[in-house]
């Protein structure tokens, strides 16, 4: 499996389902923004037909949300919805790394070792490229496991927390554990290797919920209220 979507771009639904895809996870179009198909043609000079092509794509891949009468929006989670992603998001990255532990290459190592080289996180630009770059950290991680459905299923949650984690830029907070998690895989200790990724997980995971709650209690969308569990 590739780092990045597999929709071919050499169609024009393709070329505008990648750039969307990318503006969403990077948090260039946020989470609840509207998006017109009609708009989004001129924008990429093409007809109408590929970008709603596009736009239901997305919406297969639970990026983009499609209601009679209001059109096309940025997915936006309701709290609960957030919770539960973050809970399975902690499943899915702990049974990855107690795998690939196991079964990791040197190959695989050298390129976990190269995957955040020149990050400087000292500006937008540089925080969106670690974004990315994170994303393919813990794919090449989880496809280490073996387990393909594993990886595509970790792929795909990513994509939705990814701009979650945008808003609260926890890049400087997760690139150490980064490094650690590089030393426990390649000493095969699984153990350490658990307790490293849980570590970034549940670092990230308050941090997300901290800044949701606090800036964002008042408009976000109720599964839950804003502090009940």
């Not at 990315?132 to 595509?152: D, V």
């Amino acid at each position: 499996m590739s780092d990045s979507p597999s929709v071919s771009s050499n169609t024009s639904a393709g070329r505008v389902y990648q750039e969307l895809h990318r503006a969403i996870i990077v948090g260039r179009l946020r989470p609840g923004a509207r998006l017109s198909a009609e708009s989004l043609s001129a924008e990429y000079g093409t007809s109408i037909t590929p970008v709603r092509e596009a736009l239901q794509m997305l919406s297969r891949e639970g990026l983009v949300s499609v209601k009679a009468h209001a059109g096309f929006s940025v997915i936006q989670a309701t709290l609960k919805q957030l919770r539960d992603m973050l809970e399975l998001r902690q499943i899915l990255e702990v049974a990855s790394v107690e795998r690939a532990a196991l079964r990791i290459t040197p190959e695989q190592l050298t390129e976990l070792e190269q995957v955040h080289a020149g990050y400087t996180g000292e500006d937008d630009e540089s925080y969106d490229r670690y974004m990315a770059e994170n994303r393919r950290f813990h794919l090449l991680i989880a496809q280490a496991s073996g387990n393909q459905e594993l990886a595509q299923a970790l792929a795909a949650l990513h994509d939705r927390l990814t701009p979650h984690c945008v808003q609260v830029h926890t890049g400087d907070v997760v690139e150490a554990i980064h490094r650690l998690l590089i030393e426990t895989l390649r000493s095969r200790d699984v153990e350490r290797a658990r307790q490293a990724i849980l570590a970034e997980v549940n670092e990230t995971r308050d941090i997300i919920l901290e800044r949701v709650i606090q800036e964002q209690g008042d408009t976000w969308p109720v599964g839950l209220r804003p502090g009940q569990e």
